[in-house]
């Protein structure tokens, strides 16, 4: 079983994802470890496809995180897909929890609203999400708080 984890930062992929893996046995993979090892940070190299196809190999695994770049190939092997939809409300508290910097919550305010700070659509927003979530014909659960 693959289960594949999605939301906005601060939505609880990864406490969701160490809660899953220890009552379930299974291994967990974030994928921000993957996408930022290589110090090009906007750079997806062949070696990030082949690691996350090595992966993705495993039949016993839950993946979170989101970037575009990666998600076709994950949503193709996904069982179950799992959506932390968080209200606006209570992930600005869990990101200014976190990070402690007022700033920060523009971010928040891009994601719901699908724009970027530049006003360009936003490929990483809460619309995004839904659409993916919405497309995928598994067994998949949208999580509101």
Known sequence: M????????CSG???LAKKLSKKLLMT???LDHLFWSNKEMNQLNKNRFFEL???LDNKRIIIEGVYKSLESRII?????LIFLNVSKEENKRRLLKRHKDPQ????????YDGKRFNGKHEIYSRVSHLALFDSFKGFKINYSD
């Open 13 to 15: 992929k990864s406490t």
């Open 28 to 30: 967990h993979h974030d």
């Open 53 to 55: 196809d090595e992966i």
């Open 104 to 111: 920060r919550a523009k971010y928040i305010q891009s994601y």
């Open 2 to 9: 693959r289960i594949y984890i999605i939301g906005n930062s």
């Open 76 to 80: 193709k092997k996904t069982d179950i």
